[in-house]
């Protein structure tokens, strides 16, 4: 029985799968069981920010398969407490770290902190955005403002409000003084890759100091990079009081973390969230990795200097194909909005073995590893041009 034959007959139908069975990865390529190369400007959703099977992530897995795997959180071990060490020096300077697995958990984990939070004040609602993206478990679903998430799972979880991403008057209204929380991603990825302005930021910080309301930044997809720093909050000049960490924090291998300022992290005591995967010397060991690989191999720097070359082509797409409506991005992450249909295109660019992804019906988006080389980055591109031109 072929691969796709046992997709088909074994595995529940959740995904819309697509092209052929790859059998191998390496930095910004994949290869099919045919033996046919694909650039992947999409690498696993964004999560493998160091390309397919990096060296350095390879020997660490192996090594520290070899020594420890897996013990329980009520025990010490030496990588979850490195790994903790370096993301709150990097960030808030003084800070506590919970680990878990997925982004989705990650989030939770920051739910269930802003809920605890507010029940020490009577204050339980929780303000999310438009065209939201926060993982698909009941608690994140109910602050993913997509009616095409939500609506075979109603009813979902209550005090949950919606405002307009980028619009602070809207957001004010919706605000009361039930308000313990505001959720929000600094770039909304799925939504479209939309953008806020750094007043918008300036001002929900401001306001949420003010009002004693937790600002919570989902950097599942921007944090460790994507951006051009570290975490995407740093483009803005503030700090949210929690923030969230995921895909690019195993390069590939699941793990994820939510990041509290010292301030709140007494909130959530012993017993009232748990993990039991969540941060095992497994996965912490190959977080430290991608933080070192980060620092020593220059990627923030490389994402920044190659930032100006992917601007430079695809603005020069957008006047090139009357099809294209908008260009927008920063850093790694982009969105080719489009005046037709964006799946044809996709599928056309996966003819030319080329990955992307499209979103929303009209957009497709790109997320290529942040240490792609210049060439591969540009053959991309090059196949690209070729498929909207297809169009055109």
């Known amino acids: 029985m072929s691969i796709k034959s046992l997709y088909k007959k074994y595995l529940l139908n959740t995904y819309t799968r697509t092209g052929p069975v790859f059998v191998k990865g ?13 650039i992947d400007f999409f690498p696993g959703w964004g999560v493998n920010i160091l390309g397919h099977c990096h060296p350095r992530i390879v020997k660490v897995l192996s090594s520290q398969a070899k020594r420890l795997i897996h013990i329980p959180n009520n025990l010490y071990h030496k990588q979850q407490a490195e790994l903790a060490a370096e993301i709150v020096k990097n960030s808030f300077k003084k800070g506590r770290v919970f680990f878990a697995n997925s982004g989705a958990e990650a989030v939770e984990a920051g739910l269930k902190l ?5 029940r020490r004040c009577q204050k339980l609602e929780i303000i999310c955005m438009e065209n939201s993206f926060h993982g698909r478990t009941l608690g994140a679903l109910s602050c993913t403002a997509q009616e095409k998430y939500q609506a075979p799972f109603r009813p979902l979880l209550p005090h949950i409000k919606v405002a307009r991403f980028g619009d602070f008057e809207d957001f004010k209204r919706k605000v ?11 770039i909304q990825g799925e939504g479209g890759v939309n953008f806020a302005s750094k007043e918008y930021f300036l001002k929900l910080r401001r306001f949420s100091t003010e ?3 937790l600002l919570i930044f989902d950097e599942i997809q921007t944090g460790l990079g994507r951006t051009g720093k570290l975490f995407c909050y740093q483009n803005y000049g503030i700090e949210p009081d929690l923030f969230t960490l995921s895909k690019g924090l195993g390069a590939g291998f699941p793990i994820s973390a939510l990041v509290v300022k010292e ?12 993990s039991t995967f969540g941060g095992n010397p497994l996965a912490c060991r190959v977080g430290l990795e991608v933080f070192r690989i980060i620092k020593k191999e220059k990627v923030l720097e490389n994402v920044q200097e190659k930032e100006v070359f992917l601007r430079k082509k695809l603005n020069a797409f957008s006047k090139k194909f009357g099809i294209i409506k908008e260009i927008r991005g920063l850093g790694f ?4 909005e ?6 044809a295109v996709f599928e056309e660019a996966f003819k030319n073995r080329l990955i992307i992804n499209s979103t929303h019906n009209t957009i497709l988006r790109i997320m290529p590893a942040l240490n792609i080389e210049t ?17 055109s």
């Open 26 to 38: 390496k930095g910004s390529f994949l290869w099919d069981e045919r033996g046919r190369k694909f």
């Open 114 to 118: 802003a809920k605890a939070y507010g």
């Open 176 to 186: 009361s003084q039930k308000t313990c929380a505001v959720i929000l991603e600094p």
């Open 211 to 213: 009002n004693k309301i």
């Open 263 to 274: 301030k709140y992290s007494d909130i959530l005591k012993p017993g009232m969230h748990a």
């Open 333 to 336: 992450i982009w969105a080719i």
């Open 338 to 343: 489009l005046k037709i249909e964006a799946k």
């Open 375 to 391: 060439s591969v980055l540009n053959k991309g591109l090059d196949i690209l041009e070729k498929v909207l031109k297809k169009f």
